[in-house]
């Protein structure tokens, strides 16, 4: 092959590339949006929730010893008759417990509850892991469960095209000898000034958003399920064996639980080894988690019929304490007690990152970096936006010329197998676009021809 061949097919790969970048990147422009100012938000959901709602979050902090979880319990349960679903001690000193009830009328609320006086402080609709109404809303809109099944599709293709789009703008940006590649904004106005903001922009967090996506992959029901299901077959996720010494229901502790680590969602709830006798009492299971050691923030959540157990769960920010207890609703023994520790490799990572995502593990640094990604991915797309918007002509989309050397497209197919391989919906969003590529291109040229 000569240089010229050499470089003309290197110049149509080229074009053939920030076609797919730019077609992309404008469809998910809206979805990226989103997921970056809904994350941004997310990511301070303790800090919001205890400014928003701090007459039912926080106490002056007493040096005497707290209510008996029993006396606690009981009092929300004289305010608020119906059935007690979960108890969540003190989390700190100057923080109140919160105790979960399922009302007479089918709505589970969290009673908030001054530890040291036993005292009702109030109540709230119950949001489950986000803490608060107003923080479920964003955690919706985040993953766009709103839209049903179809959201979560959504996301994950967005998630995985946001990968590719990550990996293709760097591609496009890579110098190749010429005067481009800037890693400064040079630009003083116009088209150039927001096509430099974006590029250095992108340059600069392409590593934190290509992990903001891979780490929010596993939430997804196709490449979430498979990864999951291959981490448990390898035996890297959850180790074999999985409280197998007892009987299980066919309740995923997902589904039971508020919060669980992401590795254990789909694993099924043990079962108590007999439904008969008198069940242990709270303040027995409170003793023996604690004395266990489990970390502060801990949920206790009770047995769900004659046949159910009480779990102890904690996601705290130091996911090397993340802990879930299982223990016979009748004898208080514990049934299974994991911890990050015990889980294989790739159950260690998916918790560490999902961990991270949540801006958790690493305290204010890790939420202050990741916000600064957040932004990052908005101002990328507003650039990309308005980019689009100055260069398009009048009255049309302004999308790249598809390429006529014929070896582009064998090219991008093995690009386009890979990438649909690793991540399969967003494969299936190529097929699909290269479906109506095709189409215009033979349209094009039946126009032509006719011409």
Not at 32 to 42: E, F, M, P, R, S
Not at 311 to 332: K, N, W
Request: glycine letters at 10%; proline letters at 6%; one cysteine or more.
């Amino acid at each position: 092959m000569t240089d010229t061949t050499t470089r003309a097919a290197s110049s149509a790969l080229y074009r053939a590339v920030w076609r797919w970048h730019f077609i992309a990147g404008l469809l998910v422009l809206p979805f990226v949006i989103i997921l970056a100012v809904t994350g941004g938000i997310y990511l301070f959901k303790d800090e919001i929730n205890n400014a928003a709602y701090r007459d039912l979050r926080v106490v002056a902090p007493t040096d005497g010893p707290a209510q008996p979880a029993s006396q606690i319990t009981a009092n929300a349960l004289a305010a608020h008759p119906g059935t007690l679903k979960a108890y969540h001690p003190a989390p700190a000193p100057d923080r109140t417990a919160e105790v979960k009830i399922l009302g007479e009328d089918g709505l589970k609320n969290s009673v908030f509850m001054n530890p040291a006086t036993g005292e009702v402080l109030g109540t709230l609709w119950d949001a489950g892991a986000s803490g608060s109404p107003a923080m479920h809303v964003v955690r919706k809109l985040h993953s766009l469960e709103y839209v049903g099944w179809f959201g979560n599709r959504v996301i994950e293709a967005v998630a995985g095209w946001m990968v590719l789009l990550t990996a293709s703008g760097v591609y496009l940006w890579w110098p190749r000898g010429k005067k481009v590649g800037t890693a400064t904004i040079k630009a003083k106005k116009g088209r150039p000034w927001w096509r430099d903001l974006h590029a250095v922009t992108g340059i600069y967090t392409a590593g934190f958003i290509v992990f903001l996506a891979m780490t929010g992959l596993p939430w997804s029901k196709v490449w979430g399920g498979y990864f999951y299901d291959s981490a448990y077959a390898l035996g890297l996720g959850m180790p074999d064996g999985y409280w197998s010494a007892y009987p299980s229901s066919t309740v995923p502790a997902g589904e039971a639980l508020d919060r669980t680590p992401w590795i254990m969602e789909k694993q099924a709830m043990p079962q108590s080894a007999a439904a008969n006798g008198v069940p242990a009492g709270i303040d027995q299971v409170v003793a023996t988690v604690e004395t266990l050691g489990i970390a502060p923030g801990y949920a206790l959540n009770m047995p769900s019929g004659d046949t159910g157990v009480f779990t102890a769960s904690v996601y705290p920010d130091d996911i090397t304490q993340e802990r879930v207890i299982h223990l016979d609703q009748y004898t208080g023994e514990v049934l299974y007690d994991a911890t990050l520790a015990d889980l294989g490799a790739l159950g260690w990572a998916a918790e560490w990152g999902v961990s991270i995502h949540m801006g958790q593990a690493f305290g204010l640094a890790n939420q202050l970096i990741l916000l600064l990604s957040c932004v990052a991915m908005v101002v990328m797309c507003v650039a990309g936006g308005v980019m689009w918007w100055k260069r398009r002509p009048s009255g049309a989309l302004g999308v790249p010329q598809i390429p006529a050397d014929w070896r582009i497209p064998r090219t991008l197919l093995v690009m386009a197998i890979v990438a649909g391989v690793f991540f399969p919906l967003v494969g299936l969003t190529l097929i699909v676009l290269a479906v109506i590529e095709g189409g215009v291109h033979l349209l094009s040229r039946a126009k032509l021809r006719a011409a």
